[in-house]
């Protein structure tokens, strides 16, 4: 799907802080393969949306064979995490960005906690915004989608 120049704008601007964001997270994969060494991650399922997506594509970035990754019922953790952390390093998806893991935000500090939690929530207004838009341009492009 082609968007308007308007909107790649505010997309590529997503983008790019959930990509400085998805930086941040990856210098604390330690404690992510910590979870994975002892089988007990609750971050698992948490992939890009649909809308995520159709985001990637417009800014040229191949990633839904990257996401459909064979998740069972009972896989203890998400398949992208290994003995390194999250094997997605700076293209973690928005809603793993968003999830706020008591492990990771305990070993951050209250100062650098609040100031990401401020950041993330400025994401996510702007993140709600791109969806909404891009969500009628789905149904126009394929009105019989139900999207
Ligand atoms: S996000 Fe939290 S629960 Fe998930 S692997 Fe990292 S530390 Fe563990
Ligand atoms: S993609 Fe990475 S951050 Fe997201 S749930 Fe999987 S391991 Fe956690």
């Known amino acids: 799907m082609n968007l308007p120049p308007a909107l ?3 997309v590529k601007e997503f983008r790019r802080r959930v990509q400085a964001l998805s930086q941040f997270f990856t210098s604390l994969s330690p404690i992510c393969a910590g979870c994975f060494l002892a089988g007990t991650c609750c971050c698992r399922g ?3 949306d649909e809308e995520e ?3 990637a594509k417009a800014l040229g970035q191949n990633w839904p064979e990257r996401v459909q990754p ?4 009972d896989d203890p953790y998400c398949p992208f995490l290994g003995p390194q952390g999250c094997a997605l390093g700076e293209d973690k998806p928005w809603l793993c960005v968003d999830y706020r893991c008591f492990r990771l935000y305990n070993a951050m500090g209250d100062g650098k906690a609040k100031a990401l939690v401020q950041e993330i929530d400025a994401i996510s207004r702007l993140y709600r915004g791109l ?3 891009i969500c009628v ?3 126009e492009e394929n009105p ?3 999207g």
């Open 144 to 146: 019989a989608g139900g």
């Open 137 to 139: 341009l789905m149904r």
């Open 8 to 10: 790649l704008e505010r």
């Open 70 to 73: 064979p998740l069972q019922p």
């Open 46 to 48: 948490l992939f890009y």
């Open 53 to 55: 997506l159709v985001m």
């Open 131 to 133: 969806r909404e838009e």
